[in-house]
């Protein structure tokens, strides 16, 4: 089991920009998918951003486009999510989660983190 561990969240104002990191350790695996999801009070859990480590390809959800960048470090055995630009509607709990093989776009992932939360005041 792959442990992941989230940091970065914070509270910020309207506009501003943190960026989120998932550290992995234990097993490792030659292709893999790591992801990005939040999930706000009330609301279902939303992917938000992944990367599949076997080519590199990232995709980052319509609803922060231009906004969140996800990239990774696989030296680090690290996952970013930098989030520009955010809005009160990005409050929630983020957690960073993995699978081993391609990425899906549902939460069908083996591991998550224990999430960190990311406060966006008006």
């Known amino acids: 089991q792959v442990r992941l561990v989230e940091s970065g969240g914070g509270s910020v104002e309207a506009g501003g920009s943190l960026r989120l990191s998932c550290v992995a350790s234990?097993?490792?695996?030659?292709?893999?998918?790591m992801a990005w999801f939040r999930q706000a009070p009330g609301k279902e859990r939303e992917g938000v951003a992944r990367?599949?480590?076997?080519?590199?390809?990232?995709y980052v959800a319509d609803s922060v486009k231009g906004r969140f960048t996800v990239s990774q470090d696989n030296a680090k055995n690290t996952l970013y999510l930098q989030m520009n630009s955010l809005k009160p509607e990005d409050t929630a709990m983020y957690y960073c989660?993995?699978?081993?093989?391609?990425?899906?776009?549902?939460?069908?992932?083996?591991?998550w983190g224990q999430g960190t939360q990311v406060t966006v005041s008006s």
């Open positions: 234990g097993p490792r695996y030659s292709r893999y998918c």
């Open positions: 989660a993995a699978r081993v093989g391609v990425c899906v776009t549902g939460s069908d992932y083996n591991d």
């Open positions: 990367v599949y480590t076997g080519s590199g390809s990232a």
